[in-house]
């Protein structure tokens, strides 16, 4: 018989928003709006993500420039503005531009080096009138869109580059990102905030030196083995692996994990695989309800990026047996 005690435990169990993975909208919801722009952020938000990524670079006067890139040909009308600002090898840096320069950019669906051929097909057309926006704009627009619904959406936030900036400017990217964000009052307290890197000196400086509050992610390129993981314990929370790393299609047709989920849990760090889209899978995987329940269900990963929240979000809800609100 069961009594009302074990009626309301078996709803907070069901309920419990800590075992369900997290849906981390990438560049925003960038299947379907311009990556990185204020539309894809808004819409990623009205979809139900509960974090949202910004990749992050600097600005000639040093401000967080929301861009995947260091480089700006492939998401802007840069040339066509600044044509004789390129540097030797061609290529235009956001680090010799202006914060006032950058603004008088359009931003467009990212396209493949030299040519207006977009790098996903079927992905968003044209600029629509849109720019590029900096760290700060995002974190308003975000905070605003939370006050206005009810929600806490987190921030994931990639240091792009490190090295490079270091170069650049002599200065410690990831010293200048937390200056900034306790500006705003982000110490993973009120707001979560994720802080991700595929440069691993940059996270153990922020680990180390510069004893970092906010959770740090290991972004992986390639399967690291099992001494690397426990390397990676000692000062991330968590790995940010791609999917492809994730498991292996045998002969027979099953899919098992290649231990890499398991080995990262062992340590005690979560798992947040990237980039599940509508356009590719890895290569164990036949669609992306296929990935999604592998995802979910299988290797009960703790969040995974995504270019479709909307997808993202019904995945997780329809596997876990939940309803976000
Ligand atoms: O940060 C997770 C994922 O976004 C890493 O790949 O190249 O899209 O930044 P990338
Ligand atoms: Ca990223």
């Known amino acids: 018989m069961i009594n009302a005690t074990w009626v309301v435990l078996l709803f907070c169990i069901s309920f419990d928003e800590s075992s369900r993975p997290i849906v981390i909208a990438h560049r925003g919801a960038s299947g379907y709006a311009v990556e990185h722009t204020e539309s894809s952020k808004t819409l990623a938000h009205a979809q139900g993500a509960d ?18 890139d260091i480089t700006m040909e492939e ?62 704009d995002e974190i308003a627009l975000l905070k605003g869109l939370d006050a206005t619904t009810g929600k806490n959406t987190g921030l994931y936030i990639e240091l792009k580059s490190p090295k490079f900036h270091k170069k650049e400017f002599q200065t410690s990217m990831g010293e ?9 009052g982000i110490d993973g307290q009120s707001r979560k905030c994720f802080v991700q890197c595929f440069e691993p000196e940059e996270l153990i400086d922020l680990h ?23 390397n990676i314990a000692r000062y991330a929370q968590g ?22 989920v398991e080995s990262a849990k062992k340590a005690g760090m979560q798992v947040h695989p990237y980039t599940v889209r509508k356009e590719m ?40 047996g939940t309803q976000k609100e």
């Not at 949202?52 to 995947?68: A, C, G, N, P």
């Not at 998401?75 to 008088?104: C, L």
């Not at 200048?176 to 705003?184: G, S």
């Open 51 to 68: 974090y949202i990524e910004q990749d992050v670079v600097l600005s000639k006067d040093r401000q967080f420039i929301v861009s995947h």
């Open 75 to 136: 998401t802007t009308n840069v040339e066509e503005r600044y044509p004789d600002r390129a540097r030797e090898d061609g290529r235009y840096y956001f680090a010799d531009f202006t914060w006032q320069e950058i603004q008088q950019l359009h931003t467009h669906e990212r396209t493949k080096r030299g040519s207006d051929t977009p790098a996903i097909p079927g992905r968003f057309p044209g600029t629509a009138g849109q720019r590029v926006v900096r760290l700060s």
């Open 176 to 184: 200048a990102l937390l200056q900034l964000l306790e500006q705003y």
């Open 208 to 230: 180390d030196r510069l004893h970092c509050k906010l959770p740090l992610i290991q972004l992986l390129g390639k399967k690291p083995s099992d001494d690397d993981v426990v």
């Open 239 to 260: 790995i940010g692996p791609s999917l492809e790393g994730l498991a292996i299609r045998t002969p027979s047709g099953d899919i098992e994990s290649t231990g890499l």
């Open 281 to 320: 899978q890895p290569s164990w995987s036949t669609s992306m309800d296929e990935t999604h329940r592998v995802l979910v269900d299988k290797l009960k990963v703790d969040g995974f990026f995504t270019d479709f929240p909307d997808l993202g979000r019904q995945a997780v809800d329809r596997n876990t």
